[in-house]
């Protein structure tokens, strides 16, 4: 694993003194070494509200001590010495998959 991601889960709602702007800031659930691989090398078309929008799809594997991930969480790739286009991605967890005992795997779709 040659590079570094940070899981964020939902975290917790905070309310401006100044202004009462309510905000939720992400708690950091997870963050450590990491590998990111394409799920599948095309892009999946969907219709969203009358506008086509394409998903990708990604494997992610954490060490099996990375305990705490679930579905929904979002993982940000900080560092990725093979591809440094993948610095900066964000994706949501959409399934965590249990069993293995050599990696915690995420399947997971960007979105941003």
């Known amino acids: 694993m040659t590079g570094t991601c940070t899981v964020f889960g939902t975290g917790e709602q905070v309310t401006d003194p100044q202004t009462g702007e309510v905000t939720t800031s992400p708690a950091v659930v997870w963050s450590g070494p990491c590998y990111v691989r394409p799920n599948d090398a095309q ?33 940000t790739v900080t560092d990725y010495p093979e591809d440094a286009e993948l610095v900066g991605i964000t994706v949501e967890v959409q399934k965590v998959a249990r069993g293995s005992v050599t990696a915690r795997r995420l399947l997971c779709q960007e979105v941003s």
Do not use: C, N, Q
């Not at 799809?57 to 990375?66: E, H, I, Q, T, V």
């Open 43 to 75: 892009a999946r078309s969907s219709d969203i509200g009358g506008a086509e929008t394409f998903v990708y799809d990604y494997l992610f594997g954490l060490p099996f001590d990375a305990t705490g991930v679930i579905e929904g969480h979002r993982v």
